[in-house]
Nanobody, 126 residues
Framework: QVQLVEPGGGSVQAGGSLRLSCEVSGRPFSTYAMAWFRQAPGKGRDFVAAITWSSLSTYYADSVKGRFTISGDNAKNTVALQMNSLKPEDTAVYYC???????????????????WGQGTQVTVSS
């Protein structure tokens, strides 16, 4: 079983930056990819970014490309999301997720990720 813990989150004004982190424990060696998803109030859970655990290849949603950076340290079993140039529409609960399921590229569907962190609130004020 894989456990994910997400310290961090917080509030910032538009244009500011935040860094989220996720600590992986349990059976991290079975992980194919890690991802961040977010869920705004009254909306579904959307893909933000993903990273493959072996090659550290990265993938981004168009809405965050160029502003967010996902990074991983598979020796320390941590993954981070650096968020720059934040906008009010980035306000959401952010979730770290992992999957052992291997595809050509990491899935962008929440349903392909069986392991989830507890979520952390990110609030961007205008």
């Amino acid at each position: 079983q894989v456990q994910l813990v997400e310290p961090g989150g917080g509030s910032v004004q538009a244009g500011g930056s935040l860094r989220l982190s996720c600590e992986v424990s349990g059976r991290p060696f079975s992980t194919y990819a890690m991802a961040w998803f977010r869920q705004a109030p009254g909306k579904g859970r959307d893909f933000v970014a993903a990273i493959t655990w072996s090659s550290l290849s990265t993938y981004y949603a168009d809405s965050v490309k160029g502003r967010f950076t996902i990074s991983g340290d598979n020796a320390k079993n941590t993954v981070a999301l650096q968020m720059n140039s934040l906008k009010p529409e980035d306000t959401a609960v952010y979730y770290c997720a992992s999957t052992p399921y291997r595809y050509q590229h990491p899935s962008r569907s929440q349903y392909d990720y069986p392991y989830w962190g507890q979520g952390t609130q990110v609030t961007v004020s205008s």
